[in-house]
């Protein structure tokens, strides 16, 4: 189960890796194997489906995205959790909004995860 305390310090430690661009620091907080959706996947061309599995695959996208936007910044709004889940509400790239929901397994490190885009 995931406390708001938890859910909190997540999204504080989830942004300040992103705003470093310290893509070690980010994947601190996922499984080998987790899985990634995101439309922003299709727009780069990096998958048919928008659905990538697996550190190296989805570092591999990330690292791809920070060259893509050297500027990257995020602003945390609002952090959301439930039962393991959370969700971040947050300024991203290119003066969108975002929603990024992820799963949690019992030992608290994110297996899913799915970006939303306004």
Known sequence: MITREQALQFARE???AWNAHDLDKVLEHYTEDFEMSSPVMLQMGLSPT???KGKADIRAYWEKALVKYPDLRFN???TLHCIDTVILYYDSIAGKKAAEWFAFNAE???Y???GHYN
């Open 14 to 16: 989830w942004v300040a």
């Open 50 to 52: 928008g659905t990538l």
């Open 76 to 78: 945390l709004i609002e």
């Open 108 to 110: 608290g490190k994110v």
């Open 112 to 114: 899913r995860a799915a």
